[in-house]
């Protein structure tokens, strides 16, 4: 059964350095979602990407944040100027729309 | 905006028994879907079973049901015959907008299983 992949598992980095978390959605899902969890609390959404560009943001994903899709495969998530609060867990997500979304297994950053 | 709210954050059970875990939701949208997702401990958000809002018939999966009651925007999930493999936390969410809007998640709720 397909499913969606993200790399790395674990990502340690200093605070102030670049980060880009990868992933590999389901190949003909139409939508993608980055979200994240901070460890205790919810799941909260990031931005979803349709037709090769942002559909939708939160408040969240501000001017740090930036996504893209460089190839036929693959979705990222950039975060440039990592702070201590962006420690968390960053999911994937894909879909043909608001009927289902499936979930990779999250990559874990920590912001030292 | 879009809420949708768990009012226990903890919830235990023997195996074996069954076990209702409540969720509500408020939204303006005509047209959306409800989500219950369980994370285990590994932190993967795994979709255990899904509700249109147009359907009246209830969901279900196996051991798992929903009771949605539209009117007063209520989903509950429940777990028959619960096992040690359903202990994590679940998350209750609601869908709309078309696909592009994110899903919007409860606070959790965190699932014991006694032996």
């Known amino acids: 059964e397909p499913e969606v992949t993200q790399t790395p598992s674990h990502q340690v980095t200093q605070m102030g350095q670049e980060v880009i978390l990868r992933c590999v959605p389901i190949?003909?899902?139409?939508?993608f979602y980055w979200y994240r969890q901070i460890l205790g609390q919810k799941v909260e959404f990031l931005v979803s990407?349709?037709?090769?560009?942002?559909?939708?943001k939160s408040e969240i994903f501000d001017d740090q944040f930036s996504v893209e899709r460089p190839d036929g495969s693959n979705f990222t998530l950039k975060i440039r100027s990592t702070k201590l609060e962006d420690s968390a867990m960053y999911f994937c997500?894909?879909?043909?729309?608001?009927?289902?979304?499936?979930f990779g297994p999250g990559t874990r950053l920590t912001v030292l | 905006a879009q809420t949708v709210t768990q009012s226990q954050p903890e919830m235990s059970v023997q195996e074996a028994e069954t076990v209702t875990l409540s969720c509500t939701y408020d939204?303006?949208?005509?047209?959306?879907?409800l989500f219950w997702y369980k994370q285990p401990p590994s932190r993967q958000m795994i979709l255990v079973i899904r509700q249109e809002a147009y359907k009246q018939q209830n969901a279900t999966e196996n051991r798992f049901s929903v009771n949605f009651q539209k009117a007063a925007k209520s989903f509950s999930l429940k777990i028959s015959d619960s096992q040690l493999g359903d202990a994590a936390m679940y998350f209750c969410?609601?869908?709309?907008?078309?696909?592009?809007?994110?899903?919007?998640f409860g606070k959790g709720t965190h699932l014991i299983i006694q032996p």
């Open positions: 939204t303006s949208e005509s047209d959306y879907y």
């Open positions: 969410a609601l869908g709309s907008g078309g696909g592009a809007d994110g899903l919007t």
């Open positions: 997500a894909s879909g043909w729309g608001m009927d289902t979304q499936y």
């Open positions: 190949s003909n899902h139409l939508y």
């Open positions: 990407f349709y037709n090769n560009e942002i559909s939708e």
